[in-house]
């Protein structure tokens, strides 16, 4: 006869969770972990695509003119650092795509692979042909430089003030470098100096700018005296198109006072400079070579009583010798430059500087225009080098192109260098190749030039 609990478990509902007990939970959790586990790594693998993505456009806008892409190569242009972080994310995206090819999200991995090695093989292919362009512009590469390290440089030893220039409302001072382990009262042969411009649109920057500061601490390592002059900026109310020109003749003539007190040799001076501070450094030595820099003339800034500044008040050092990166050669060119993104901005720093546009003022335009100061040079002009990348976003490149042609046909000593896959401030790598060719070229340029440190 059946017991009472035997009928209980016969007319017992089976249980529809035939596995609760005491492991039950641990197995959801299992579960629940191992899904979430899986979704993790859908997540990271799709952030691992979307960022080879963006690193395969990057790459192919550095040879390709796509806006806003092709900007890519501001950043100082693709050196050794950046293969390296390719090559190494190349070997990560094979690993992962080969080792996990039998789980979900396969193709993904294959395809962030795949991307990664197009963007390596992209970069290889233009420092390829970049090292070979300046294997035959005849120059050395460090392969050290190339790798970015050790390219930020230091800053000045000493800022002293040059001028407080009451028109502009601006305090300008000098950053000097001394060569490197020789102080300026070690006694011995006064060393060449180096004059540097910054560059800033007129409207930006100091002595102190990053690639100033870069080829200033270069220079001071290859033995010059270099000196990171300021001029005064633009202002909303204060156009500087002549305040710049007539400051910068006054800083010049205080470095001829001054720089015997730097160990410098002010009868040894060239004059170096990037964008706008090219323009300034091209206009510069182009009216010296026409007569027409004096520091004291009618233009000089004055005290509260009216008389000429001390700083003006001195000889202008004449300029042996003059070395651009990226110059604005045009400023009517700068100012209509035709780049999508960027127009409006550059356009605004020329309007600034000028007080307007083109059309309005054509004559000022006019007479800050080095390249009609270079027609009527000619021979007795300095030597020039002038060295621009090729795709320039912010200084249309077509500008050092016309003044090249003004140049050699006017007789000019001059040397153009148009480097391929390079923007502006290709310098911002002071080891980048475009920089070691124009460090290269500068040295060759200095040393014709009787400035041999």
């Given at each position: 006869m059946p017991t009472i609990k035997a009928i209980a478990e016969e007319t017992m509902p089976e249980d529809p969770h035939p596995r609760r007990g005491p492991g039950a939970r641990?197995?959801?959790?299992?579960?629940?972990g191992r899904a979430m586990g899986r979704s993790?790594?859908?997540r990271?693998?799709?952030l691992a695509l979307i960022g080879a993505c963006a690193i395969c456009l990057l790459s192919i806008g550095a040879i390709t003119a796509i806006p806003v892409l092709s900007y890519s190569l501001m950043l100082g242009a693709w050196g050794l650092d950046a293969v390296a972080v390719m090559a190494l994310l190349a070997v990560v995206a094979g690993y992962r795509a080969l080792r996990r090819r039998r789980e979900p999200g396969a193709r993904m991995r294959v395809?962030?692979?795949?991307?990664?090695?197009?963007?390596?093989?992209?970069?290889?292919w233009m420092g390829a042909a970049q090292i070979r362009f300046a294997h035959a512009q005849g120059v050395d590469l460090s392969v050290l430089g190339l790798t970015g390290i050790g390219q930020w440089g230091r800053g000045p030893d000493v800022a002293p003030v040059v001028l407080t220039d009451a028109a502009s409302r601006q305090t300008l001072r000098a950053g000097i470098w001394y060569p490197r382990g020789k102080a300026p009262?070690?006694?011995?042969?006064?060393?060449?100096?180096?004059?540097?411009?910054?560059?800033?649109?007129?409207?930006t920057g100091d002595r102190d700018n990053p690639m100033t500061r870069i080829q200033a601490d270069w220079l001071a390592d290859q033995g010059y005296v270099a000196i990171a002059l300021e001029y005064p900026l633009s202002l909303r109310d204060t156009p500087t198109w002549e305040l710049a020109q007539s400051r910068l003749v006054c800083s010049l003539a205080w470095v001829g006072a001054h720089a015997g007190e730097h160990g410098g040799d002010p009868g040894r001076l060239a004059v170096v400079?990037?964008?706008s501070g090219g323009h300034l450094a091209l206009e510069t030595a182009y009216r010296q070579a026409l007569g027409g820099l004096d520091p004291s003339g009618p233009d000089a800034p004055t005290d509260a009583d009216g008389e000429t500044l001390p700083a003006c008040q001195g000889?202008?050092?004449?300029?042996?010798?003059?070395?651009?990166?990226?110059?604005?050669?045009d400023p009517a060119v700068f100012h209509d430059n035709p780049d999508p993104i960027l127009s409006g901005p550059v356009a605004s720093r020329a309007r600034l500087y000028v007080g307007g546009g083109p059309a309005q003022y054509p004559e000022r335009y006019a007479s800050i225009d080095p390249a009609r100061k270079a027609?009527?040079?000619?021979?007795?002009a300095p030597p020039v080098l002038i060295v621009h990348g090729e795709g320039d976003h912010v200084v249309p490149v077509s500008g050092t192109r016309d003044l090249d042609a003004v140049l050699e046909a006017a007789g000019a000593r001059h040397e153009t260098i148009i480097v391929p896959y390079a923007d502006h401030v290709f310098d911002l790598n002071g080891g980048s190749v475009a920089s070691q060719i124009w460090r290269a070229k500068t040295l060759q340029l200095l040393r014709g030039a009787g400035l041999g440190a």
């Open positions: 641990s197995r959801r959790r299992e579960r629940t993790r790594c859908r990271r693998d799709a395809a962030t692979a795949g991307l990664v090695c197009l963007a390596l093989a992209i970069t290889g009262g070690d006694g011995g042969e006064k060393a060449p100096i180096v004059v540097l411009l910054h560059g800033g649109g007129w409207r400079g990037d964008s000889n202008v050092p004449t300029i042996r010798a003059v070395a651009t990166t990226y110059p604005i050669t027609a009527a040079a000619g021979a007795a």
